[in-house]
């Protein structure tokens, strides 16, 4: 198995600002799960989307708060904060700091697949 360097990983342009490195697979979808770490700036939201599969999500830099079906109100994110979403629930984030928010996410699934809301 590869060792993979952070900093030798390209990233990738969301809109809104955000950046995202694929640490684990492919758009061919050779592994059984995508792992990546996406740099948001402040301000920056994800919008409320969701996905066929369970995304585990957690904060290793920075501060937010996160929004999902089945819970009241928005949730205070931070380094340490971890979201298990299973599939098919609505969830978002939103940056509320004034740093950006790294976090870590892993989707069991070997695409990417987002769901957005409207």
Known sequence: MPIIELDQVPK?????GATYQTLVGDDAGSTPIRVGVQISPPG???GTHSH???EVVSVIEGEGEAWM???DGVIAIGP???LALPPGVKHGFRVTGDTPMKTYGVHASAHRIVDREG
């Open 12 to 16: 990738t342009a969301f809109s809104g």
């Open 52 to 54: 066929p599969y369970l």
């Open 80 to 82: 340490g904060s971890t």
């Open 44 to 46: 920056y939201s994800t």
């Open 69 to 71: 079906d089945g819970h």
